[in-house]
């Protein structure tokens, strides 16, 4: 069961460079999530797709777009990188926004911007 | 607004030694409680929780207690095993359909 599949899973870039990270789930789940994980500070909500078709902001959204592709797929861009975007980021999915408590998460992207 | 504070880290213990680490929060009316736990190269997976005021969340040997009048939901093992190490994460959710809020995380290294 490969559950949340993010690539990559290691990321290298310059300041001003754009990437994209990109996150699928098998498990026929309508909700799915970004985060990102630093140092002292938790996981902190940066947007979120309640359902097919929908996104919203979370908690840290600046300087980050996303995309749900699909029900399964629900992807993170940044533009324009910045040093202050180094970070871990998750992606996760749960059945339903309701559900939104028990989240099944993918293993990371270690993201460095130089 | 809403948060969750947890124990400084990193905590390091023997194998077979007990386990507290503390978590407390802050939050309007009875939210529900969680622990995350992250195994080292993975994502995080949900531990335990507890919805209600004296609830007792349990899995895998761990235990959390949620109390209101300490606003607290402290993690305990009795005797822990090297392949408990990990990060522990502290949650909470004030009702259902809002955001889920985490605390900072705190390391555990378990040596044989």
């Known amino acids: 069961n490969a559950g949340v599949t993010q690539t990559p899973k290691f990321q290298v870039l310059k300041t001003g460079q754009s990437m994209t990270l990109q996150c699928a789930q098998d498990?026929?789940?309508?909700?799915m999530y970004w985060y990102r994980q630093d140092p002292g500070m938790g996981l902190r909500l940066i947007y979120y797709s309640a359902s097919e078709g929908t996104t919203d902001k979370g908690e840290v959204p600046n300087g980050y777009n996303v995309s749900r592709l699909n029900k399964r797929e629900f992807s993170l861009r940044l533009e324009s990188a910045a040093p202050s975007q180094t970070s871990v980021y998750f992606c996760a999915s749960s059945e339903s926004w309701a559900t939104n408590e028990k989240l099944f998460f993918g293993s990371g992207t270690q993201l460095s911007v130089l | 607004g809403n948060s969750v504070t947890q124990m400084e880290g990193p905590v390091t213990l023997s194998e077979e030694a007990f386990l507290t680490i503390n978590c407390t929060y802050t939050?309007?009316?009875?939210?529900?409680l969680f622990w995350y736990v992250q195994y080292p190269g993975e994502g995080l997976q949900l531990l335990l929780k507890?919805?209600?005021?004296?609830d007792k969340g349990s899995n895998k040997g761990f235990e959390a207690t949620y109390r209101k009048e300490t606003t607290s939901f402290h993690l305990e093992k009795g005797s822990v095993q090297v392949s408990d190490s990990a990060v522990y994460f502290c949650a909470l959710i004030r009702t259902s359909g809002s955001r889920l809020t985490f605390g900072e995380g705190t390391q555990l290294t378990v040596n044989p």
């Open positions: 939050a309007t009316g009875y939210p529900s």
């Open positions: 498990m026929n789940h309508n909700s």
């Open positions: 507890a919805t209600k005021a004296d």
